[in-house]
């Protein structure tokens, strides 16, 4: 009877039954309460049904907001973060040092077209460099741009399980897996299409293979080949939850176009080039072979009763230029490698979660074109090798506190060591 009674008024309330559906929340506590005078309800069972219905007044008003909105909308997600930074640099026995005041703003949104697609986008602070979406502050309070960082549509076909693919201009790590930066820097973000397919082979064993072409520059109206590239990575994933151990095992190769004889935007004037720095373009096409691998180890000390660090790993990147498009057989100063380790938590998301990293890389100058590698290693340059000490402290849910210290030096040119330290603070939602 008492849930007949509950009904009746909710259906009352949600349908517009009699003068109830506008009356407002008084006249159905009123009612509520004349239910208790005649002893139909108990005081007791008067509240619960007072907060039940509350509640499902409450969903039934998201639900009819949710509904009125276009499918797209429904289906909307945002992300972003917020970086402040403090950069203090400067190359040995320079007379000046540099200190800078940075920001990083970057807003990411996705929504679903239908079951199969997503389209998503980005927008973050900086300028044209694709290496940095840093905002120094300058310029007498300048109002300083937002661009578009990315842009893509990705297509998952559910006939084929662990395939999808991404057009436009979208975001690298889902589809090349690299465990440093010492050939990409983490804020380029590739325009063309990939591919990203991976299959469990047995339990704790996962292939996966990764494809892409990407256009580099598009030279007009001209007889001359637009520069671009394509990529294969194929590797496998390895885990044993008993053991507490992950690895990942992959190799790549890079098939440059267009890159000989060509002098491209944001090039560091590292690479080998025919005719000299001023006015010359690159000598190779810069085909390359390389090998990337970590592995991981949860609770590392857990066999000494330490349990307080979650988690280890090594890890490390290997390339070798194969070109010889210059008919000279092989590339001089044609190989790079880094190899580094991880110490603490595997994220650091939440208030004491910390992490400690340590990155040594060494990169000649033709192992790779310089418009690619990390920004801030000797300003994205080939020919340098030096040590990166990195440590992250959780402050809060979402919000962490970092160190970074870069010591470089070139391999071949003359110029000094450079060091570089940066301090952040960067709020996550």
Request: aromatic share 10%; glycine share 10%.
């Amino acid at each position: 009877m008492k849930n007949n009674i509950r009904i009746f008024i909710v259906i009352a309330i949600l349908l517009g039954a009699a003068q109830m559906c506008f009356a407002g929340a008084t006249q159905v506590d009123a009612l509520i309460e004349k239910l208790v005078e005649k002893d139909i309800l108990s005081k007791a069972e008067a509240i619960k049904l007072k907060g039940e219905i509350a509640a499902d007044e409450k969903l039934a008003r998201e639900e009819g907001l949710k509904q009125s909105l276009p499918s797209w909308v429904q289906g909307l997600k945002l992300k972003g973060d917020l970086r402040l930074r403090t950069q203090w640099e400067r190359r040995q026995h320079a007379a000046e040092e540099r200190y800078r005041g940075r920001i990083r703003y970057r807003l990411g949104m996705e929504t679903k077209v239908s079951d199969s697609v997503i389209v998503a986008a980005g927008i973050a602070s900086g300028g044209d460099d694709p290496r940095s979406t840093n905002q120094t502050f300058e310029n007498s309070f300048q109002h300083p741009d937002l661009r578009l960082d990315y842009a893509y549509a990705e297509f998952t076909p559910p006939e084929v399980k662990g395939l999808k693919m991404a057009g436009g201009k979208f975001l690298m790590k889902d589809y090349l897996w690299t465990p440093t930066d010492l050939l990409w820097d983490t804020d380029i973000n590739p325009e063309g299409g990939s591919l990203h397919y991976e299959h469990q082979i047995v339990k704790g064993l996962t292939g996966y293979l990764n494809t892409g072409i990407w256009v580099i520059d598009e030279n007009g109206a001209t007889d001359r080949s637009d520069p671009f590239m394509h990529n294969v990575q194929g590797g496998v994933k390895i885990k044993n939850e008993n053991l507490g151990v992950e690895a990942n095992l992959a190799g790549v190769y890079y098939a440059f176009h267009g890159l000989k004889a060509s002098d491209l935007d944001h090039e560091k004037n590292t690479n080998t080039q025919r005719g000299g720095v001023a006015d010359g373009v690159l000598l190779y096409d810069y085909d390359s072979a390389g090998v990337s691998a970590e592995v991981s180890l949860k609770k590392p000390l857990g066999f000494l009763g330490v349990d307080q660090v979650e988690h280890a790993a090594v890890f490390g990147d290997y390339i070798h230029n194969v070109d010889s498009g210059d008919g000279r057989g092989k590339v001089d100063d044609g190989y790079g490698w880094a190899l580094g380790a991880r110490l603490g938590d595997k994220k650091v998301t939440n208030w004491a979660q910390w992490q400690l990293k340590y990155i040594y890389a060494h990169l000649e100058k033709d192992a790779f074109p310089d418009i690619f590698p990390d920004s801030d290693r000797y300003g994205g340059s080939t020919d340098m090798r030096g040590h990166e000490v990195m440590a992250e402290f959780g402050i809060n849910k979402n919000t962490t506190v970092g160190l970074d210290y870069y010591q470089i030096k070139r391999l071949r040119a003359s110029e000094a060591t450079e060091h570089l330290f940066q301090g952040d603070i960067v709020f996550k939602f």
